[in-house]
């Protein structure tokens, strides 16, 4: 194997140039922009195309030092290349096997699920899963001990596909209850725990790793909400956790935490933010039309809205038109009147402020929703966007539940229609369950913390589901704005 690293070494002396941020395929020749080689790190390598899908190396510009991750790796045998770019497909995992001095032949690709600017879009995955079963029981029972925690609800999940495989995997980020049932749940126990990562293997299996992450497992502290988005220009997708810190006074807070990919596909956690911030919630999207994908999220401190220049660096500042922030807890970017500029939209404690639609790209003006009489005083958990009766204009689709006086009493659905105006022109209770309150063993919250949207029995209309198939909560759209009720 020696050799065949000194062979390539002298090789890769050959001076080629190009640059690029990811690995390039013009039809000819390959270009990747850095290779490790044994302990060394050649930039700019070429590799020219022959026959029956054979590479012979055209050259490099060298050696250089670095100790950013290389965009491939040669191990002697195998060239990965991490990701490649042909016109417009990008391309995964590639490997080449090596088979002499000159030449590599092609063994293998992904095509991976690409990443979009818009958290709001990366919620849409093809999965379904039940939140309390698809944690690894070995690793949360390790985590209960070390921690001293109840194996209990948590909200913060992440559909994306972290390995590049062409499936969703999963993020996991739980919350720290004590024993559950709040009696040791104080400032001075609380305790912030580790994120989990599960690979899809492609079957339905969904398997713990640590293997893509750079040391150990990120720490959260009580992630509400979880979003992914390619936050540094990468092809990998990144995550976001918005965190509370300790839930209760004197509500201190947490500094939000980005787990932003490098060029291997590993992953760290960094601090965005210096500020601790009682964060309830976030979203992402290209709120300046720079290309890339901002984040904007919920505080005690106000709306803030963390600028992003392309690579994953973030400047903080904070949007005026919503002044104080009392009684917003989430809200969602998305481009609600079609006019090609994201929106922002808040909700939260609805009898202490509306659900608002705030227009971009100036955010100086918005339309508040009305709820109906059934949940004028409840919280709104998670709003979502879908034309559900096919008239060619989006729904606000909303879960709610009790409020002050009810604290997540109960579990209700609401659909919010407009007309061609965006004007509001009708509410419509979906789903009611007065009677179904909690946590009361926090094993998983009785309410309905996320939704999502699917057509689940594939007959072309949208159906409306709850994200944790754990009571598989499922409203099946049979047109004409009817939903029957059914529990997967």
Request: proline share 3%; aromatic share 12%; glycine share 8%.
């Amino acid at each position: 194997m020696k050799k065949q690293f000194l062979i390539l070494s002298l090789l890769l002396t050959t001076d080629v140039h190009a640059q690029n941020d990811i690995s390039t395929f013009d039809g000819t020749f390959v270009n990747i922009p850095s290779v490790k080689v044994g302990e060394d790190v050649y930039s700019n390598v070429s590799l020219e195309l022959l026959e029956d899908l054979k590479f012979k190396v055209n050259g490099s510009d060298g050696a250089i030092k670095t100790s950013d991750p290389a965009l491939a790796e040669f191990s002697g045998n195998e060239l990965l290349i991490r990701t490649l770019k042909h016109q417009e497909l990008i391309y995964s995992n590639l490997i080449l096997k090596y088979e002499d001095e000159l030449e590599f032949s092609f063994v293998s690709a992904d095509v991976p699920l690409m990443t979009s600017s818009s958290s709001f879009e990366n919620r849409k995955t093809d999965i379904w899963i039940d939140y309390v079963s698809v944690r690894d029981k070995g690793i949360s029972e390790e985590i209960s001990k070390d921690y001293e925690s109840c194996i209990c609800e948590y909200y913060g999940v992440v559909y994306a596909d972290f390995d590049l495989d062409g499936d969703d995997d999963l993020l996991v980020s739980t919350v720290w209850w004590g024993k559950g049932n709040l009696s040791d749940y104080t400032l001075e126990n609380y305790r912030s725990v580790p994120v989990e990562m599960y690979l899809n293997d492609g079957l339905g299996n969904f398997i713990y790793t640590e293997d893509l992450l750079v040391g150990a497992p990120p720490l959260a502290s009580n992630t509400r909400k979880a979003i992914t988005a390619d936050f540094n220009g990468d092809i990998f997708p990144d995550i976001f956790l918005a965190e509370t810190g300790f839930d209760g006074s004197p509500f201190p807070g947490a500094t939000p935490t980005l787990i932003i990919s490098n060029r291997e596909g590993r992953y760290q956690a960094k601090e965005i933010d210096e500020q601790a911030h009682f964060m309830h919630g976030a979203a992402s999207g290209d709120i300046d039309s720079d290309g890339d994908s901002d984040i904007v999220a919920v505080s005690f401190d106000g709306i803030l809205l963390y600028e992003n220049n392309g690579i994953g660096e973030f400047s903080k500042s904070k949007i005026n038109y919503f002044g104080s922030p009392s009684g917003i807890f989430n809200l969602e970017v998305f481009d609600f009147n079609n006019d090609s500029h994201l929106d922002i939209i808040t909700t939260g404690h609805y009898w202490e402020r509306k659900t608002e639609i705030v227009f971009g790209p100036g955010f100086i003006t918005g339309i508040e929703v009305e709820n109906s009489d059934m949940t004028k005083d409840h919280v709104v958990n998670d709003i979502q966007f879908a034309d559900l009766d096919a008239d060619g204009i989006k729904e606000i689709i909303q879960s709610t539940t009790g409020g002050e006086g009810n604290w997540y009493g109960g579990a209700y659905i609401e659909i919010i229609y407009f007309d061609e105006n965006l004007e509001q022109s009708g509410n419509q209770i979906v789903y009611q369950d007065p009677n179904r309150k909690g946590p009361i063993d926090r094993t998983f919250p009785k309410w309905i913390p996320w939704l999502k949207i699917a057509d689940v029995n594939s007959d072309g209309k949208l159906d409306i589901l709850e994200d944790d198939r754990h009571d598989g909560t499922t409203l099946i759209n049979n047109g004409d704005r009817n939903f029957a009720l059914s529990f997967e």
